[in-house]
């Protein structure tokens, strides 16, 4: 069994110091108590063994990398976006109505705690996406909900968020992306984004990028700005899956997370892309 993290000080933690047990009096985590808990976290170590920490030093040394209109990823990504949807830890603390398992927010990050010690190249991709599908469910509509949500949730498109640009990144006041709008309440989205974390990776078919722009006529400054679901494939009415115009240009190499794709996005440049993987 891989060493590199003491589950014995993690219990520890949870139930000696932060005393998670008494969560389980509240109606919300009824379905929860100290052994389905001693459960889930026995499950994630078992994962990190399996899928996580094997992969560390490779994803590290041969890193995600950009050629010929594709960002290239380790294989192992595909397998642990199937299986995180499978067994449900991308949306494991959502609400049960929204697919998920209302499990304690402290427990999935003690879970998440366990595959970032095995190899921190990998739970960016369902955290970002299970960020960005907890914003839709949270601020979306029942119609965006329903679009995009479960596809997050069971590992088959990866989320992210797509604020910073070459001009704007403390800054995001400056940003410039733009929104026109068209009939239906879909706006047009114009513009490049720039160190977009999990922005294109082999790991699944498509792409929710939760996308900062400013719709024409908006104030300047932060008040102005608004957020986007922008999908790579965007979803027809007859269930097929339409390239949006939005596509990765480039990936950042970096010092660290070097198994962690790190994207410059382009959007609404008529730029064409592979194919569906
Ligand atoms: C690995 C990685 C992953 C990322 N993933 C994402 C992602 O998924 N989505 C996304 O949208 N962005 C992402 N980013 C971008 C990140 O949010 C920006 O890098 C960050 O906002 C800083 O912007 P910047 O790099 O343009 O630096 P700058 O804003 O140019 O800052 C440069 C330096 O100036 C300092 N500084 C800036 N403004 C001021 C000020 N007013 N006063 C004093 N000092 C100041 C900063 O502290 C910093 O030291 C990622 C970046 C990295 C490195």
Same mark, same amino acid.
């Given at each position: ?130 960020? =960005? ?6 601020? &979306? *509509?029942? +119609?965006?909900?329903?679009?995009? $949500? %479960? #596809? ?60 900062? =722009? ?6 300047? &400054? *932060?008040? +102005?700005?608004?957020?986007?679901? $922008? %999908? #790579? ?45």
């Amino acid at each position: 069994m891989a060493k590199y993290m003491c589950m014995d000080t993690l219990r520890f933690l949870l139930f000696n110091v932060h005393n998670i047990q008494e969560l389980f009096a509240y109606e919300r985590f009824a379905d929860y108590d100290q052994s389905a808990v001693d459960i889930m976290l026995d499950a994630a170590k078992a994962w990190a063994d399996q899928d996580f920490y094997p992969y560390y030093k490779e994803m590290d040394e041969k890193p995600a990398y950009y050629v010929d209109g594709k960002v290239h990823s380790h294989p192992i990504l595909k397998k642990i976006f199937a299986s995180a949807g499978e067994n449900g830890w991308i949306g494991h603390y959502f609400d049960y109505e929204d697919g998920g398992a209302q499990m304690p927010y402290s427990v999935a990050n003690a879970a998440n705690h366990i595959i970032e010690s095995a190899n921190n190249n990998i739970p960016g991709y369902l955290g970002l996406t299970s960020g =960005a599908a907890h914003l839709i469910t949270t601020f &979306g *509509t029942d +119609g965006l909900k329903k679009m995009f $949500v %479960p #596809k997050m949730l069971s590992g088959q498109w990866c989320g992210t968020m797509a604020l910073t640009e070459p001009q704007a990144g403390s800054s995001l006041s400056d940003i410039v992306t733009s929104a026109t709008p068209k009939s239906g309440g879909i706006y047009s989205i114009k513009g490049q984004k720039i160190f977009i974390s999990g922005g294109d990776h082999e790991g699944v078919g498509n792409f929710v990028h939760l996308t900062l =722009a400013r719709i024409e006529g908006a104030p300047e &400054g *932060t008040k +102005g700005i608004s957020l986007f679901v $922008v %999908p #790579k494939f965007r979803p027809e009415e007859d269930g097929n899956l339409k390239y949006n115009d939005v596509c990765a240009v480039a990936d950042f190499q970096k010092l660290g997370q070097r198994g962690y794709s790190t994207v410059h996005l382009v959007y609404g440049e008529k730029m064409t892309v592979w194919d569906i993987w």
